[in-house]
Every structure is written in C-alpha cells, then in structure tokens.
C-alpha cells in the first residue's frame, strides 16, 4: 500500500512564525504535491515537483515555499504565516501519470 | 487556465435511489477525468477515472461518463448506501500530472 504521512495531523502558530510542513511518501514516486482545502473552494494547487530539487508553482504560490532535496520528501514553507494561511494543508504524491495518493492533512492555525 | 464547475453542491437522495454529480471543464486538453470521494475527516480517495479515449467506464456501482465535444463529465453512483454519504470532487487534468479539483457536491444518503 502507498503510504503517505505529514508531520502534524494538528498546527497552532502565531502570525509572522515560519512553518514548515512536512510529507513523506514510501513507493518511490515522481511526482509531489501540496493543496490547501478550504470550505466551498475545494483543493487548490500551491506548487507541486517532478523531481528532486525541481520545483513548479501551483495556482496560488503567493506566500508559499517549498523544498525538495530528496525523492520521498516534499516540504512546505510559510515564510511568515499569516491568518489567511488558516486552512488544511493536503500533500499527495503519484507515479507519473498515474493516480495521485493523499496524506492525512495538517490543519494549520494561525492566531 | 482551467475553469472547473461542479454541480449539484449538495445532493440528498434516499438509500437506493441514485445520485449523479456533473462536472465541466474549460481546457480542451484536458484528457484524465478521475473522480475523488473524501468522507468526513479523511483523506481524499480515487473511486474511479476515464481516460479521452473512452466514453464510459463502470466499476460496480459507481460509473462515469465523458462528454468531450461539450466538455462535462458525470458521476452515476446507483443503488446509494448510507456509506457514500461523502464529498465528491472532479479533478479533471493533463495527463494526471496536473489536477485542478472541482469545489466539491456534498452527498448525503438517507436510510
């Protein structure tokens, strides 16, 4: 089974904190990707990778980072968190062309 | 970019009736068209997905269709049980490698 895990299931920062968001996937895929799902929005791309150290925005990088300097990891960056950044953050990894497999989800907090 | 509209938002129906979620997309280079089901505090999950070169395909009793000319593909689940009570999201993309997801129908199945 494809196994996708993320840090923390639950996060509480303060505005202007850095965050870093972690996920790990154990079948060797290709391709990563990071989502945030809000409520009457669904799941919207914030950047996603095809391969080590390869990086391409999503459709709302603004305020995002991200990092990815081995094949099984994919790291989310929020330089200085903000409360609009208040959401559940979703990673999903696949093979090329293939079916994506999410993880757990982090929902973030931002006071 | 990709316009995605997803319609009903909400959908009831009675266990064993049917359920059918539409979804219509703007790029017509679109040529994957999965469907995603995401229960309640869990994680999305594929159900089913067509390719462009096929028109219908049917696994058990969920089963989706492809318009391309007009550009919509729908969701037929038959014989609802209380247990696809469930958020559906369309995601439909090029190649798997890029999804833009629709904003979600929410289905409730009463038994």
């Known amino acids: 089974d494809v196994k996708v895990t993320q840090s923390s299931r639950y996060l509480v920062k303060r505005t202007g904190e850095k965050v870093f968001l972690e996920c790990v996937q154990d079948m060797d895929h290709e391709n990563m990707f990071w989502y945030r799902q809000d409520p009457g929005l669904g799941l919207r791309l914030i950047y996603f990778?095809?391969?080590?150290?390869?990086?391409e925005k999503g459709d709302i990088p603004e305020g995002y980072s991200v990092s990815r300097e081995k094949k099984e990891r994919f790291s989310l960056i929020l330089e200085s968190a903000s409360t609009n950044q208040t959401s559940m953050y979703l990673c999903?990894?696949?093979?090329?062309?293939?079916?994506?497999?999410f993880g757990p989800g982090t929902r973030l907090t931002v006071l | 970019g990709e316009n995605v509209e997803q319609h009903p938002s909400t959908l009831s129906v009675q266990e064993g009736d049917s359920a059918v979620i539409k979804c219509t997309y703007s790029d017509s280079a679109s040529n994957y068209f999965p469907w995603y089901k995401q229960e309640l505090g869990k994680r999305p999950q594929l159900i089913i997905d067509?390719?462009?070169?096929?028109g219908e395909k049917k696994d058990q009793r969920i089963a989706v269709t492809l318009n391309k000319t007009a550009k919509h593909f729908s969701l037929h689940i038959t014989e609802t049980q209380p247990e696809d009570s469930a958020v559906y999201f369309c995601?439909?993309?090029?190649?798997?490698?890029?999804?833009?997801f629709g904003t979600g129908t929410r289905l409730q199945v009463f038994p």
């Open positions: 067509i390719r462009s070169n096929v």
């Open positions: 995601a439909p993309g090029y190649n798997t490698d890029k999804l833009i």
């Open positions: 990778s095809y391969d080590v150290k390869m990086k």
């Open positions: 999903a990894s696949s093979l090329g062309g293939d079916e994506q497999f």
